[in-house]
């Protein structure tokens, strides 16, 4: 501030100088500039505290209310397929006591589309189609050019490979499906593991398993639908992790801190 009132009484004392001027200027609105930035900053830092906090407050304070404190059950059915929680597709349970996480297969009937172990082995099925086509396309280009009865075996031997395969009931589904279109790279359904603090896959559910037709529920141990501050920042969570592995872990981190602060009785 000493600085900038000599400044100001040089410009005052001397005569005009219109660049001097426009230097004073430009120094005062970058000086005004830098204390209006650390001003905000420093609110914006004590209004996220204050709203940390209090998040992390709402979840000691429901589970106090809690047949099972820190153990969190989510749960995903098909709308169209299920009627009652018990008939889950998916169950995910958070224990944050014993920091695991789990997943249990519930009622899967019909569901196709979401479970890549019902069509996994025929897309490798396809893949062996799609690499003997080849090889007898090769092998008839060749025999063309070529005249020789070696060349002909050859490719007498991959066609009836072909053909048997196309032609066997597991051949004729993995066609059916590639036509469908229903084999697609969406598989590998992300979930948080509490157990390596970090993500991890399971292979064999596609994605899809996110579209309209499927629901999310936190649930309690006889599957009534639980709805608090802390479920449903659970069920965004799980649900948004599952395609993006970057999506932030707040959340996990609110429930590890409150249940160590409740448990040793820390001041936030």
């Known amino acids: 501030m000493n600085d900038i009132q000599c ?7 001397q005569r005009i100088n219109i660049y001097k001027l426009i230097y004073s200027v430009i120094y005062l609105c970058i000086i005004i500039i830098i204390g209006t930035f650390i001003y905000w900053d420093a609110v914006y830092k004590g209004a996220k505290k204050l709203s940390k906090c209090k998040n992390i407050s709402k979840i000691i304070d429901e589970n106090y209310y809690n047949e099972t404190p820190y153990v969190y059950t989510i749960i995903i059915v098909n709308t169209k397929n299920i009627n009652k929680p018990e008939d889950y597709i998916i169950k995910i349970t958070y224990d944050f006591h014993k920091m695991i996480t789990t997943i249990d297969y519930g009622n899967t009937t019909n569901e196709e589309n979401i479970f890549i172990y019902r069509i996994n082995d025929y897309a490798s099925i396809m893949d062996d189609l799609n690499e003997l086509e080849k090889r007898k396309e090769s092998l008839e280009a060749r025999y063309k050019q070529t005249k020789t009865k070696r060349d002909l075996d050859n490719y007498k031997k991959v066609s009836i490979q072909y053909s048997l395969l196309a032609t066997s009931a597991d051949g004729k589904k993995a066609i ?23 993500s991890d896959i399971i292979e064999d559910i596609n994605i899809k398993i996110n579209s309209n037709d499927y629901k999310y529920y936190a649930v309690d141990n006889n599957y009534n639908i639980i709805r608090s501050y802390t479920t449903n920042e659970l069920i965004k969570f799980t649900r948004e992790f599952s395609n993006n592995e970057h999506y932030p872990i707040t959340i996990i981190d609110y429930i590890v801190f409150s249940k160590i602060q409740q448990k040793n009785n820390i001041d936030i």
């Open 176 to 198: 059916e499906l590639n036509k469908r279109k229903a084999f697609d790279s969406k598989f590998k359904y992300k979930y948080y593991s509490l157990e390596k603090m970090e």
């Open 7 to 13: 400044k100001l009484i040089n410009i005052i004392s």
